[in-house]
């Protein structure tokens, strides 16, 4: 199941990304002429609307093959259209990904509801014969107050950490329970695993979607951050790089779907979110690598077999990338070292 369910999320995601192109070409009047869902070889085909529909055998991509894209076809279709129908056509995949994860975020937002971080501290874990056991602290206690003084932030548990007895009061199955604990010399771990507690606050779609773009917004910086520095540290061979493969995430959407179909959306709206991201990248053969060689076009004129040689040397980086990323998943399931 857990392929199975990637398989959806994946699918999909391409699906919307390549339709933005299809879409964006079509409505200035040029030809796409196939459309396919995945690479390698052709499973289905269907001519509709002047394109030829596919469903290809490896479904860890698409394209749209759109007149006038290739080098070689230099005055026709994409290639005849003003510079800024071409950023559109360019952009549109990109803009269909982060409106399709705003879309599931809104969703989210309305029906589970928007997370808020109260302040206070949920225990996680409880290590055994640790001084927050002998306290009598559990798993899902939400911490109220130390010392009679209401916590703020999840880090103020951490006052517990001088020495002498100290008054916890925890919110345990909705109510209230008054524990202490004793903290001597010499210790150096409460023994347990917190975050902050989390309530849901729901809200209509249309407020929803602008939460969602306000969030995507302001983390847009970090997320690009952890994607750079993710992509530097595969290529460096740093095991934790961070980035996950496609081996990873048919494990992560297996998880995904056991946990519900709220996390299940969760996930394809981060995943979405990072493919619009990673197609920005100004790597040739993307997106972002056709934009950058668009803007570059305005100074000077590349030959067609330059400019195709430009997008094969990216296709073959692409490729890389994708070898080392599936040998990290490999080493992460199988736990090596």
Known sequence: MSLFWFLVVIGVSIFVHELGHYLAARLQGVRVKAFSLGFGPVLWRKEAWGTEWRLSAIPLGGYADIEGLLPEEKGRGYDALPFLGKLLV???????NVLLAW???AYLFSAQGVPEATGRAVILEVLPGSVAEEAGLRPKDILLAVDGKPLERPQEIERLKTPGSHTLVVLREGKEVALSLTWREGLERLGVVYGPEVRY????FLEGFLLSVER???????MVRALVGGLLGVLSGNPNSGVVGP??????????AQEGVFRLLELAASINLSLALFNLLPIPALDGGR???LFLSRLLRLPPEREALVHYLGFLFLLLLVVLVTFQDLRRLLGAP
């Open 247 to 256: 081996l990873g995430l048919v494990a992560e959407t297996g998880k995904a």
């Open 90 to 96: 360019l952009v549109a995949g990109v803009a269909m």
């Open 291 to 293: 934009i950058l060689l």
């Open 201 to 204: 606050r729901r809200v209509g």
């Open 216 to 222: 995507t917004l302001s983390f847009g910086p970090q």
């Open 103 to 105: 879309g599931i975020l």
